[in-house]
């Protein structure tokens, strides 16, 4: 009986990981811009994208000092998308409809409710305009077009292995826990429809 990650398994891995950093390092990402400027010019293409810090998280963030700190510069979040254009306007969706959102908005201690029958909860109407404000303020963003669809999924998967955005809350970094309880609480404290 063969062990399931034999040597011809590992070779397998080995060759897979291989292609995606080699898919990676051949990426044409555009130079990082304002994060509105960056959304209005991406085209209608499968891709991937990168979120960074541009400005600085308000003083009373919920980011503890035993983390790492996030300044200027920093890489938060990456994702994919089949079309850029519609899939990466974060600035401009409800927060139901958008991790990155959720995670902000945790982070930015913002209050968030349920409504309707929305899987996730969004922000009160005042807060969604805040933190929509916030982004387009402290948000820059990078795209990279990828030519064909298929390894868009694999090539997200590769960099948030090797890039462990602390936004991309699917990570085990002390950076990313905290992320994902802070945007769990959020939605267990969320205020309830009154209607």
């Avoid at 802070?182 to 969320?190: E, F, Y």
């Amino acid at each position: 009986m063969s062990h399931p990650w034999n040597f011809w398994n590992l070779g397998k891995v080995g060759t897979l990981l291989c292609r995606r950093l080699k898919a990676m390092e051949n990426l044409k990402w555009t130079g990082t811009a304002p994060a509105k400027k960056s959304w209005q010019a991406m085209p209608f293409a499968p891709g991937m994208y990168k979120i960074f810090l541009t400005g600085a998280l308000p003083k009373d963030a919920n980011w503890p000092a035993e983390l790492t700190p996030l300044k200027r510069g920093d890489l938060l979040y990456v994702g994919k998308a089949t079309n850029l254009r519609s899939r990466a306007k974060h600035h401009a969706v409800q927060t139901s409809k958008s991790t990155l959102r959720r995670s902000l908005a945790a982070i930015l201690g913002l209050q968030a409710q349920w409504h309707g029958k929305s899987a996730h909860p969004r922000l009160t109407d005042v807060d969604e305009e805040v933190l929509s404000a916030w982004m387009v303020a402290n948000l820059g963003m990078s795209f990279a077009v990828v030519p064909e669809l298929e390894p868009v999924s694999g090539l997200e998967d590769a960099m948030r292995e090797e890039l462990c955005p602390p936004l991309n809350r699917d990570g085990r970094s002390p950076e990313q826990l905290h992320v994902s309880a802070v945007t769990a609480a959020a939605q267990r404290n969320a205020l309830r429809d009154k209607g």
